[in-house]
């Protein structure tokens, strides 16, 4: 039973989970989970309510896989529910959610080389005084892994107006990069 | 321009790098499916249909293997009960009585109506004129048995 479960594809877990089936559900659930924590958690900054809004995510996705299209990949669909639960969330909560710059810095990212520490501490600077839209879009594409076009469907913004968010995001790490270097 | 492009490309590589390794720190405890599991009981529980009502809604908004979108379901809805319109109401009106009339030249006439239902057909009213001159006759059946024949013969 399990040897069958792990040469099913996808497509195959996929029509399965329309269908109904719990096991299909909890397969693509352990599959997808991190990437859609890791997601929300640098949305919100907060483990607990990160964790709460992925479970949020998922039961949407039990509740409206019917409307999903068969034959398209399945992660942009999930990060775009979570986006949506996460936006929604914030618009609910603005006054109590814990900033990602506290969060980030109790929780240091484990690095080894000492160049690396140092460019991890710009680059996490520079992501912290994004603005809000621009820091989205970057950690779509970048952590996220979505292309252009599944990122601008899963915030809800024109190809261009993402890309160009992007280039400025990026501008900005750079310029700064050259500035410490400078000094 | 050359240099520019490549330093935005080893920006972006280490936007990635820096990703990947929050990625590797960013992982959800272990009891999430167990948590999830349970919500989704307690969701399945509250919605429980109580009524047909609820039942058919539950259908109709469920997951399902193939994906109908709601316009598609009204045009294949209309379709059916226009189909089931014209095969009941309309083939019940047309077809189901039959009048007819047949006069010859000596003055003699005789007029039937038909009716229809399911595979026999009734004879329902039958009138028999003779306009020659001599004699009008009606002739009236005995409806009560539904397996009559009428048979006529004319003399001079």
Not at chain 1, 31 to 58: H, P
Not at chain 1, 76 to 100: E, M, Q
Not at chain 1, 147 to 161: D, F, I, K, P, Y
Not at chain 2, 107 to 129: I, K, P, R
Request: with cysteine.
């Amino acid at each position: 039973m399990i040897e069958q479960e792990a040469v099913l594809t996808e497509a195959e877990i996929i029509r399965r989970f329309q269908a109904g089936d719990r096991e299909a559900f909890r397969t693509l659930v352990e599959k997808y989970q991190n990437v859609l924590y890791g997601t929300a958690y640098l949305m919100i900054g907060n483990r607990m309510v990160a964790e709460d809004q992925v479970q949020e995510a998922f039961l949407s996705a039990w509740k409206g896989i019917g409307s999903f299209r068969t034959g398209c990949p399945l992660k942009p669909w999930l990060i775009r529910t979570l986006v949506n639960k996460v936006l929604s969330y914030r618009r609910a909560n603005s006054k109590t959610i814990i900033s990602l710059d506290t969060e980030l810095v109790a929780d240091p990212v484990a690095v080894d080389p000492v160049e690396d520490i140092e460019l991890s501490d710009q680059l996490q600077r520079v992501l912290q005084n994004l603005p809000e839209e621009q820091r989205q879009v970057v950690l779509l594409r970048y952590f996220t892994g979505l292309s252009l076009a599944e990122t601008s469907a899963a915030v809800g913004r024109r190809q261009g107006t993402v890309k160009s968010q992007i280039h400025r995001a990026l501008e900005q790490l750079k310029n700064l990069i050259e500035h410490d270097k400078r000094q | 321009m050359k240099d520019e492009k490549n330093n935005f490309t080893n920006i972006e590589r280490k936007v990635q790098k820096f990703f990947q390794k929050q990625a590797d720190s960013l992982k959800v405890n272990k009891d999430l499916w167990p948590k999830l599991e349970s919500r989704l009981d307690e969701k399945l529980k509250d919605t429980e249909p109580h009524n047909t009502k609820g039942r058919l809604w539950q259908w109709l908004a469920g997951p399902r293997l193939i994906a109908i979108s709601a316009s598609v379901g009204v045009v294949l809805i209309m379709i059916v009960a226009g189909l089931l319109w014209l095969t009941t109401n309309n083939s019940a009106n047309i077809m189901n009585n039959v009048s007819i009339q047949w006069t010859s030249k000596y003055g003699v006439s005789f007029s039937c109506d038909v009716e229809a239902s399911g595979l026999n057909s009734y004879v329902t009213n039958f009138e028999f004129q003779n306009n020659s001159g001599k004699d009008t006759e009606t002739i009236a059946p005995d409806w009560s048995d539904k397996t009559n024949t009428i048979d006529i013969s004319f003399s001079q």
